[in-house]
């Protein structure tokens, strides 16, 4: 299904478990998360089902290494997902830099979560608002207090593929100043978001094996990817 923020954030988006070279050494990160969507039966193409997405995900890498930065996410999405941007209100990117949430509609609105990370053994959770961005772009507006205030919105592009297996590419940039704030690298430890409004996420099919497959890539600043796979359960 689709899923942002997924999306929405650094760590999010990477699920299942793996392992990573960082500068020299290995770093082993270990990434899981379960993910549940509502309902899980697929609709058709003439009469799509609206869905609700949930994500929880926890990401463990050792304290005696240095956390490394994830720079950008790919993810790749089945046949059979479908979004609807274009059919719901936006909110613009400059105005949200500018004023945050204040001047977006109502039901440009689409989801929320948090995303906890350990800032040089300081606890530090970053809330976010998931926003509609029409056709081809989904927002994150991120607040985070500690250990310093930043407001900044995550950009995520929706590419629509051609492609026999994957319905849509997903990418999602990570600003700098959420990789490191104050000069201290964020290890983010745990993830957890809601994604849907009315039929923003639906679906149109459920293979035969009732499995909606997903791939996503995380691409860190050490020159590293890391790739995983899974699949949520559907029924037709």
């Not at 193409?45 to 997405?53: D, R």
């Not at 059979?80 to 909110?91: E, S």
């Not at 995303?115 to 607040?143: C, L």
């Not at 993830?191 to 997903?214: I, V």
Request: charged share 15%; net charge positive; hydrophobic share 40%.
């Amino acid at each position: 299904m689709l899923r942002v923020g997924i999306a929405v954030l650094a760590a999010a988006a990477l699920l299942g478990v793996a392992a990573l070279a960082f500068g020299q050494d290995i770093v082993p990160i270990k990434v899981a998360a379960v993910v549940k969507v509502t309902p899980n039966k697929a609709g058709t193409p003439a009469h799509p089902q609206g869905v609700k997405v949930e994500v929880l995900g926890t990401v463990d890498i050792p304290h005696d290494y240095d956390p490394p930065l994830v720079e950008y996410v790919d993810i790749w999405i089945p046949k059979g997902a479908l979004y609807n941007g274009a059919k719901f209100p936006t909110c613009s990117f400059a105005a949200m830099e500018r004023t945050g949430l204040k001047t977006c509609p109502a039901r440009s609105i689409m989801g929320h979560g948090t995303v906890t990370a350990d800032a040089d053994g300081v606890t530090s959770v970053a809330r976010f608002t998931a926003v509609n961005g029409g056709a081809t772009k989904i927002y994150s507006y991120v607040r985070l207090s500690t250990p310093a205030r930043v407001r900044q919105t995550v950009v995520t592009t929706i590419t629509k593929l051609n492609s026999p297996r994957w319905g849509y590419k997903l990418h999602l940039a990570v600003p700098r100043n959420l990789q490191i704030v104050a000069g201290i690298p964020l290890r983010v430890e745990r993830f957890h978001g809601f994604f849907g409004r009315e039929d923003w996420l639906a679906s149109t099919y459920c293979p035969p094996d009732h499995k909606w497959r997903w791939h996503a890539e995380g691409h860190y600043a050490s020159g590293q990817v890391v790739g995983v796979s899974g699949s949520v359960a559907c029924r037709s």
